[in-house]
T-cell receptor, first 112, second 114 residues
Framework: TQLLEQSPQFLSIQEGENLTVYCNSS?????LQWYRQEPGEGPVLLVT?????EVKKLKRLTFQFGDARKDSSLHITAAQPGDTGLYLC????????????FGDGTTLTVKP | EAGVVQSPRYKIIEKKQPVAFWCNPI?????LYWYLQNLGQGPELLIR????????DSQLPKDRFSAERLKGVDSTLKIQPAELGDSAVYLC????????????FGPGTRLTVL
């Protein structure tokens, strides 16, 4: 069973601050996805990382995949209230084709 | 392009009653997923379909849960009888094929069992 542990579980910050959230596992993933979920809605894909050490940027969001493809981080620069939501990571493993494993997410609140 | 459609959005029932959820995936998407999401947790896979075939239902509690995707398009998830612990959000997602990294989620059905 592939488990993804996300930390912190909750994060509350002021607008303009920077933050980093983490997604860790003891398993190797062929790819890892980050989703954002707002209350009352389903998760929406932000990015997919595939290559160990890969860094992807999406405006103020920076995603990094660990060299060993077991962990990932999401860094947000100058957070805005619109960034508030549940950030989920999901891993797709070669050994469990077609089945993504989701972490329990980080609930981010950005206060104006 | 329309997204994944789910209905109803909310459902409140008493325990031991049956309930059904409906999902219409994005047109052309062969793979359909049903997930359960408890408050404060990530989605947990219940069942995955490739066209009309259920290829992974290992996490589906088959004593009370059933699902179908008869024509390989829309799908129904049923619980009979519902228990208090079934209260959760039931998410449907689809992807073009099972090898796709991205899943497109519907808004979910929030079930409350009293």
């Amino acid at each position: 069973t592939q488990l993804l542990e996300q930390s912190p579980q909750f994060l509350s910050i002021q607008e303009g601050e920077n933050l980093t959230v983490y997604c860790n596992s003891s398993s190797v993933f062929s790819s890892l996805q980050w989703y954002r979920q707002e209350p009352g809605e389903g998760p929406v894909l932000l990015v997919t990382v595939v290559t160990g050490g890969e860094v992807k940027k999406l405006k103020r969001l920076t995603f990094q995949f660990g060299d060993a493809r077991k962990d990932s981080s999401l860094h947000i620069t100058a957070a805005q209230p619109g960034d508030t939501g549940l950030y989920l990571c999901a891993g797709l493993a070669n050994t469990n084709a077609g089945k993504s494993t989701f972490g329990d997410g980080t609930t981010l609140t950005v206060k104006p | 392009e329309a997204g994944v459609v789910q209905s109803p959005r909310y459902k409140i029932i008493e325990k031991k009653q049956p309930v059904a959820f409906w999902c219409n995936p994005i047109s052309g998407h062969n793979t359909l997923y049903w997930y359960l999401q408890n408050l404060g947790q990530g989605p947990e896979l219940l069942i995955r379909y490739e066209n009309e075939e259920a290829v992974d239902d290992s996490q589906l509690p088959k004593d009370r849960f059933s699902a179908e995707r008869l024509k390989g398009v829309d799908s129904t998830l049923k619980i009979q009888p519902a228990e208090l612990g079934d209260s959760a959000v039931y998410l449907c997602a689809s992807s073009p094929q099972w090898t796709s990294d991205e899943q497109f989620f519907g808004p979910g059905t929030r079930l409350t069992v009293l």
